[in-house]
């Protein structure tokens, strides 16, 4: 799927959310789209890693971390899940590790920062609700599209 952020923006206008510009870019891909599925959770990606062992069918993963800067949520080992399982991207609102792992994987990712410390693993999240940072509402089943100038947000498919 080729498409341009700023493209989407100008055919769209105010049908598209658009994120704060506040994410930094890992994986391969610094272009990818798809549905969205969402958690929350803080601190534990137990369910991080739950969601990732199942089949992506090319969504895009949003993980509401709580914005927090204190461990990372996904690593290399995650990262590599995901590819495996066949989704697209994944959006961080937190910490992601093993930088030069996520990097050489055909997957696109976008967190707020790197940290070296992993996350507990209590289990404890949520699935499948909107999640609200970066300025706006990430709901399931709406299209998310990332690429090196921003991350927008659709009701349905606008490519």
Known sequence: MTFHTTDLSDQHGERLLVADPI????GLRPCFAGPI????VFEDNSLVRSTLETEGH???LVVD???????????????E?????GWSGLVVWGC??????????????????????KSVKRGEGSSG????FAGITF????????????????????H
Not at 23 to 26: A, D, E, G, P, S
Not at 96 to 117: K, M, Q, S, Y
Not at 129 to 132: A, F, L, R, T
Not at 139 to 151: H, K, N, V
């Open 96 to 117: 992601v590790r093993d930088t030069l792992e996520l990097n050489a994987l055909d997957v696109g990712i976008r967190a707020l920062a790197t940290h070296p410390r």
């Open 37 to 40: 599925a969402t958690l929350k």
């Open 81 to 85: 899940l995901a590819v495996q399982h």
């Open 129 to 132: 609700m909107p999640v609200h």
């Open 23 to 26: 994410f930094r870019h890992f």
């Open 58 to 60: 090319g969504r895009v």
């Open 65 to 79: 971390g709580g914005g927090s800067l204190r461990c990372a949520l996904v690593g290399g080992q995650l990262g």
């Open 139 to 158: 709901t399931p089943g709406w299209w998310l599209y990332a690429d090196e100038d921003g991350i927008v947000v659709a009701p349905e498919p606008v």
